[in-house]
């Protein structure tokens, strides 16, 4: 009953930063902890971050630690993702995705996936 939409992706030079975002149909957001995800060329699905239903709790891979940031915004039925000083290894797809769980870096645990939003960080 959700459906999600990453946007915010695009062409970086390393040391910058970029804003993604992910809108979510209906109006059952707030039921749902929220992830994101990323794949790069020939690599498996990473875990990168989750926020709470109530945005009270977050954890982040240890890759990405102290450089992203999730939030989420109910009322706009919307989660965002803050990329700081972004690496070359940071270039993947970056996947949002909605849990009817608690919410964790199990990706199996998530119900619902958005068509993913490019990231490629440059020198």
């Known amino acids: 009953q959700v459906q999600l939409v990453e946007s915010g992706g695009g062409l970086v030079q390393a040391g910058g930063s970029l804003r993604l975002s992910c809108a979510a149909s209906g109006r059952t957001f707030s039921s749902y902890a929220m992830g994101w995800f990323r794949q790069a060329p020939g690599k498996e699905r990473d875990f990168v971050a989750v926020i709470s239903r109530s945005g009270g709790i977050t954890y982040y891979a240890d890759s990405v630690k102290d450089r992203f940031t999730i939030s989420r915004d109910n009322a706009k039925n919307t989660v965002y993702l803050q990329m700081n000083s972004l690496k070359l290894e940071d270039t993947a797809v970056y996947y949002c995705?909605?849990?009817?769980?608690?919410?964790?870096?199990?990706?199996?645990?998530?119900?619902?996936w958005g068509q993913g939003t490019q990231v490629t960080v440059s020198s």
């Open positions: 995705a909605a849990s009817p769980q608690v919410g964790s870096s199990w990706y199996k645990e998530y119900r619902y």
